[in-house]
């Protein structure tokens, strides 16, 4: 479950689709963290993606430590709750919600792909509360229902590719144009689930047009370092624009202990802090 005193934790994810549902998946950003002493080119090189198998699943566990308090990412397909943040039902592996349309899309594929599911019923509920905090058309059994559809592979599938689509892959993407690695791509993922990718000052686009003011990435010549300093920065004014994010330790005790540590390939063993919980993974 997410976790219960840091709503963080929770809107995290409903920010960014919030602004997703409005704008659709923009392409997000990913930043790549280097020693200062490395070239540019040489931490592209010497890192694999985040969309290395291996890594993805680390990128998985990572979010899931801020937003579900756990490391079993993979336990969150059945999880469904309003955290009263005014954006509906939140739901799933990825935070997905009633009010930001992101909830709508996923139960629309699910029944493009298996018609007459057990959610296929409210997708006209969906379609009216998208944008408000309704649950008009979804109590008393919408929940209930999202669970029971989470047990269906095709359900956990259609779960895996919108947040893909939406999210991952335009974060990874925006990453390696910047000139990115591992961990900056992470960055920018961490960001865009949190933040979305619309027009809001606290956009992924906007806090990544926030950092460039700052410094430039390595694909510019910049320093990695000091670009993934800046685009943090930048990160904490955002979440400190709304107070279910104002907690920023998934940033100052998660992401820039790995930048501290040098670790810029999100390199295993990794350990980290979210909302003074311990994590580690091997």
Request: aromatic fraction near 8%; hydrophobic fraction near 35%.
């Amino acid at each position: 479950m997410r976790h219960p005193n840091n709503p963080t934790t929770t809107p995290a994810t409903t920010s960014r689709r919030t602004l997703l549902a409005l704008l659709g998946a923009s392409a997000a950003g990913a930043v790549l963290l280097r020693p200062a002493h490395a070239s540019a080119a040489s931490a592209a090189v010497s890192c694999v993606g985040l969309d290395d198998p291996a890594k993805k699943e680390i990128a998985m566990k990572l979010v899931s430590s801020a937003e579900n308090s756990s490391l079993d990412w993979k336990a969150q397909y059945k999880y469904i709750e309003d955290i009263g943040d005014g954006r509906g039902y939140t739901a799933g592996i990825i935070g997905f919600c009633s009010g930001t349309g992101d909830m709508l899309d996923l139960v629309q594929l699910y029944t493009d792909r298996k018609p007459g599911n057990v959610l296929a019923k409210y997708l006209p509920a969906l379609r009216r509360v998208d944008g408000t905090d309704s649950h008009s058309g979804l109590d008393p059994n919408f929940p209930a229902d999202w669970r029971k559809a989470a047990q269906d592979t095709a359900f956990q599938q259609a779960q895996n590719d919108e947040r893909d689509r939406v999210y991952f892959n335009p974060a990874v993407q925006q990453g390696k144009t910047d000139g990115l690695g591992t961990l900056g791509q992470f960055a920018y993922y961490d960001a865009i689930v949190m933040h979305g990718d619309g027009d809001d000052s606290t956009s992924f686009r906007n806090i990544r047009k926030r950092a460039l003011g700052n410094a430039k990435p390595p694909a510019q010549g910049g320093n990695e370092v000091t670009y993934l300093n800046a685009f943090l920065d930048a990160r904490v004014w955002a979440m400190k624009q709304e107070e279910a994010h104002s907690d920023t330790t998934r940033v100052d005790t998660e992401q820039r202990v790995f930048v501290r540590n040098g670790n810029l390939c999100l390199n295993t063993p990794l350990d980290w802090k979210v909302y003074g919980d311990s994590y580690h993974i091997g």
